[in-house]
């Protein structure tokens, strides 16, 4: 008889954990998922059980973790941001949050054998902080080399992992490192599709033509996203395929695309104009400054879900596409390891577009 694996999901309402939600039910998993704030109207994930727990409490993490005690999975895709110039406050604040939830497991849930950590590429660039102090070294990213000698929040993840596998015999560990990640989670503090689309969605009703935010580099070169599916198809992998144990993956969608061809493609999901490209970066701040009543009314009139704070949007916008280098992630590690999964990035870019429109996130 198979023995039940049974899934903690930290971070179920993002952009990955709402996809490991999805697709673990379906391989007979038993699945909770844990969240800070309530189950949203738009969480239709039904094989699931929803818990709400600030994991920065630590009475309060121990006190809801501790009681699920058939575990033996960890799926940790959650983080916080607590400061944007010392990141020491973001290694202290995403640790403490590992440890509680830990703390509480290695207690309690006796039968735990594997923890999937997903962290992401600023493993190899550093925090935004350092961003142009730093080198970062050669592309493509390879899994195996040295660290940065910087404070990272993703290495203190790293070593908390690392730790508690050394306390629990038997525990083992992957880590997944993402780039640019496409996916449906509308409270997802940075979800880049979403901005682009209430982007395109104001666009669409105000007449005005599609403006690329970004700088020439931004716009021309080849750069790597990876498709939140995909990944959560990796960490499954890794959770149940003992060639996967105590190993980093990269996750990439496989191919190569630029901004130029990915604008296009959003336009044509709106039906918008894309003016001729000026060589240089445009405000977003500036051009959605006035639009906040704009998009509360088109969310009104189309009965949207959620609310959008535009500032949010534009600095999303303005960060993603003002991105001071490439980035690029080797993925023969994981093929190498047996993992073969790829995604088209234009089809997972409407694909989520679809799906926002579908749960009435955007119009």
């Not at 005005?208 to 020439?216: D, E, N, R, T």
């Not at 060639?243 to 044509?268: I, M, P, Y």
């Amino acid at each position: 008889m198979v023995e039940q694996k049974v899934a903690l999901v930290a971070g179920a309402t993002g952009l990955v954990g709402n996809s490991l939600l999805e697709l673990l039910p379906k391989s007979q998993w038993k699945v909770y998922g844990l969240a800070r704030r309530p189950r949203p109207s738009w969480f239709v994930n039904t094989g699931v059980e929803y818990i709400e727990c600030d994991l920065l409490d630590r009475s309060d993490t121990l006190r809801k973790v501790s009681r699920l005690t058939d575990v033996t999975h960890l799926f940790w895709v959650v983080w916080v941001h607590k400061s944007d110039g010392e990141e020491q406050g973001n290694c202290e604040a995403n640790g403490s949050m590992l440890s509680n939830a830990l703390d509480a497991l290695l207690l309690n849930a006796k039968q735990l054998e594997h923890i999937c950590l997903q962290t992401g590429s600023k493993h190899y660039i550093g925090p935004q902080s350092l961003w142009g102090k730093i080198d970062h070294g050669e592309l493509p990213f390879v899994e195996d080399g040295p660290r940065l000698g910087v404070p990272n929040f993703y290495y203190t993840l790293e070593d908390i992992v690392y730790d508690a596998a050394k306390k629990k015999k038997g525990l083992t560990w992957s880590i997944h490192r993402p780039s640019v990640i496409f996916g449906f989670a509308p409270r997802n503090l940075i979800n880049l599709v979403h901005a682009v689309a209430v982007y395109a969605s104001i666009c669409k009703q105000q007449g005005l033509p599609f403006v690329f935010p970004g700088h020439s580099e931004a716009w021309e070169c080849k750069t790597d996203v990876s498709d939140a599916e995909l990944i959560a198809e990796q960490q499954i992998w890794a959770a149940t395929d003992a060639r996967a144990k105590n190993q980093a993956f990269n996750v990439t969608n496989g191919d190569l695309v630029t901004w130029k061809e990915l604008w296009h493609a959003v336009a044509l999901k709106f039906d918008l104009q894309v003016p001729v490209y000026s060589g240089s970066p445009t405000s977003m701040e500036e051009i959605l400054r006035d639009k906040q009543e704009v998009w509360e009314e088109m969310t009104r009139s189309n009965r949207l879900h959620a609310t959008t704070n535009l500032r949010k949007v534009a600095r999303i916008l303005d960060e993603a596409f003002n991105f001071p280098f490439r980035l690029v992630s080797s993925n023969s590690k994981c093929r190498e390891f047996g993992f073969n999964g790829s995604r088209d990035t234009e089809a997972s870019l409407t694909r989520v577009i679809d799906r926002m429109r579908a749960a009435r996130i955007i119009p």
